[in-house]
């Protein structure tokens, strides 16, 4: 054999001296809120019912049920809610950055240090949209600071390792590598996450994810699993999205985020060929929002986001964390497909709004008449086209089997446009359909329950 064990342990990293250099500066943290509903209990900021308490192994449904246990003494009992999760100090000055899922609703904060010192801290702010939280440690003196690295240079494939309290169990490390970067999930679609195999439990939430550099490079939020435990897919917020959100909650003691205002969807095979592209790649923009910066733009639906401010855009998940770390004021410079041939616009950014709720109406019903491709369509009443903020379309009443059914429109949608051409009627419907290309794929924009999206038909 041309290598032994020996040989191979030397070139795998040690842990040892990175661990003793920064365990101190990490912290668990624990919380009292008030009592939970009957029934329901959390733990380590996740939700759990009893019927997930009892597929943990008997060890833990002892620790959860016990007397000891700081969750309460039993399903149903009201007591006082408590929770744990883990957390870093990143200033001299006592500030600490968690999960803002830890925290949630907590009437009370307790940091425990490395030496065993308990301190109460205060909530600075949250940020709910990237799960991030930023307290303050009361009367803290010679507090140890993590480094701080770049999560923008990191690379698929490095060791990385992570200390928490998983299930209680104070300063655990565990290790993995970095699985992919970039991640959206749909929860957080303006956090690019990091996705790890380094072994996350409740209890790690809000812990700090580290290089071999010992700079932290994530903040560990969530996991992917069924069976309520680590199934080796993990996923953390990038240093440099979670810096940024410190810096703005203790400067302003709020988090602004750039706001484009458009509804986009992911770039298939067959939306690519449909628009001219020669692969995936882009994000379409299904719908412009009345009022948004994108309108103001000069953004159309139907046009693909090809690079934003220079970076290229692969996914549609690439532009929402593009857009959101842009300062709400500055101008962008996005490079579109429209029609066939690129484009450049210039847009100023917006302010992402607090909540953006989806428009939402029912079908009227009304007299129909046929068309093809196995659809039925209707004109579209004014009220309806005024309830979605639609100026012109057709209503489809019916969906027989054939290549309409295939594409994936359904009764109650609205036709706005075929082939890149618009549809204002019934008569625009039929002249787009006999204008339909043979044996090549189309776009067929549709408006459902408010919301604008693109389907390939193929005739």
Same mark, same amino acid.
């Given at each position: 054999?041309a290598?032994?064990q020996?040989g ?12 003793e250099?920064?365990a101190d ?5 624990s919380?009292t809120?008030s009592?939970?509903?009957a029934g329901?209990k ?8 009893e ?7 008997e060890?833990?449904q002892e620790?959860f ?9 039993g ?5 006082p809610r ?19 899922h ?5 009437d ?7 030496d ?5 801290a205060?909530l600075?702010?949250?940020d709910p949209?990237s799960?991030?939280?930023v307290?303050?440690?009361e009367n803290g ?7 701080t ?7 698929v ?13 104070d300063?655990?490390?565990?290790a993995?590598?970095i699985s992919?970067l ?10 690019p996450f990091i996705q790890?195999?380094v072994?996350i439990?409740?209890?790690? +939430? /809000?812990g ?5 550099k *010992? %700079?932290?490079?994530?903040?560990? !939020?969530?996991?992917?699993?069924r069976? &309520? ?5 993990s996923?953390a917020?990038?240093?440099d999205d979670?810096m940024?959100v410190f ?7 709020l988090?602004?985020r750039?706001w ?8 298939n095979?067959d939306?690519a060929?449909s ?12 719908e412009?929002m009345?009022g948004?910066?994108a309108l103001?733009?000069g953004?159309? +639906? /139907?046009d693909i986001?090809?690079?934003y401010d *220079? %970076?290229?855009?692969?996914?549609? !998940?690439?532009l929402?964390?593009m857009? &959101?770390?842009?300062?709400v004021?500055?101008?962008a ?5 429209r029609g066939?041939?690129?484009v450049?616009l210039?847009?100023?950014i917006?302010?992402?709004p607090d909540?953006n ?8 019903e ?5 068309a ?34 295939d594409?994936g ?5 609205i036709i706005?446009e075929i082939?890149r051409e618009?549809?204002?009627?019934v008569d625009?419907?039929q002249k ?5 290309p043979?044996g090549r794929a ?13 389907l390939?038909l193929?005739?």
């Amino acid at each position: 054999m041309a290598w032994s064990q020996a040989g191979l342990a030397q070139e795998l990293p040690d842990f040892t001296g990175l661990v003793e250099e920064n365990a101190d500066a990490v912290v668990n943290i624990s919380t009292t809120s008030s009592a939970p509903a009957a029934g329901s209990k959390k733990f380590h900021g996740l939700p759990f019912d009893e019927r997930q308490l009892e597929q943990l192994p008997e060890f833990f449904q002892e620790f959860f049920r016990g007397p000891q246990s700081p969750y309460g003494r039993g399903p149903g009992k009201p007591q006082p809610r408590r929770s744990m999760g883990s957390g870093f100090i990143v200033s001299a000055d006592g500030y600490v950055l968690t999960n803002n899922h830890v925290v949630e609703d907590a009437d009370e904060i307790i940091v425990r240090l490395n030496d065993r010192r308990e301190l109460p801290a205060t909530l600075v702010g949250t940020d709910p949209r990237s799960d991030m939280a930023v307290l303050k440690i009361e009367n803290g003196d010679d507090l140890p600071v993590v480094k701080t690295g770049r999560s923008k240079n990191l690379k698929v494939g490095e060791w990385v390792f992570a200390i928490g309290s998983p299930f209680g169990f104070d300063y655990t490390v565990t290790a993995g590598i970095i699985s992919a970067l970039g991640r959206s999930l749909p929860s957080e679609n303006y956090v690019p996450f990091i996705q790890t195999d380094v072994a996350i439990n409740p209890g790690n +939430s /809000g812990g700090p994810l580290f290089n071999l550099k *010992g %700079e932290v490079i994530g903040i560990n !939020s969530q996991i992917y699993t069924r069976s &309520g435990g680590f199934m080796g897919v993990s996923f953390a917020i990038p240093i440099d999205d979670a810096m940024s959100v410190f810096r703005q909650i203790r400067d302003k003691g709020l988090v602004s985020r750039g706001w484009l205002g458009v509804l986009i969807q992911e770039v298939n095979r067959d939306l690519a060929e449909s628009f001219g592209l020669k692969r995936p790649r882009g994000a379409l923009i299904a719908e412009v929002m009345a009022g948004s910066p994108a309108l103001k733009g000069g953004l159309q +639906s /139907g046009d693909i986001v090809l690079e934003y401010d *220079g %970076e290229d855009v692969e996914r549609s !998940s690439d532009l929402p964390p593009m857009v &959101g770390r842009t300062p709400v004021g500055e101008t962008a410079r996005l490079t579109v497909l429209r029609g066939g041939k690129e484009v450049t616009l210039d847009v100023k950014i917006g302010q992402l709004p607090d909540e953006n709720g989806a428009q939402s109406a029912a079908p009227a019903e009304g007299d129909s008449s046929t068309a093809p491709l196995g659809l039925v369509v209707e004109p579209l009443p004014a009220d309806l086209a005024d309830s979605v903020d639609v100026s012109g379309g057709v209503v489809v009443t019916a969906v027989n089997k054939g290549p309409a059914y295939d594409a994936g429109i359904r009764a109650r949608d609205i036709i706005t446009e075929i082939n890149r051409e618009p549809v204002s009627s019934v008569d625009d419907f039929q002249k787009a359909i006999k204008a339909l290309p043979e044996g090549r794929a189309v776009s067929v924009r549709i408006v459902r329950q408010g919301r604008a999206m693109y389907l390939v038909l193929k005739p």
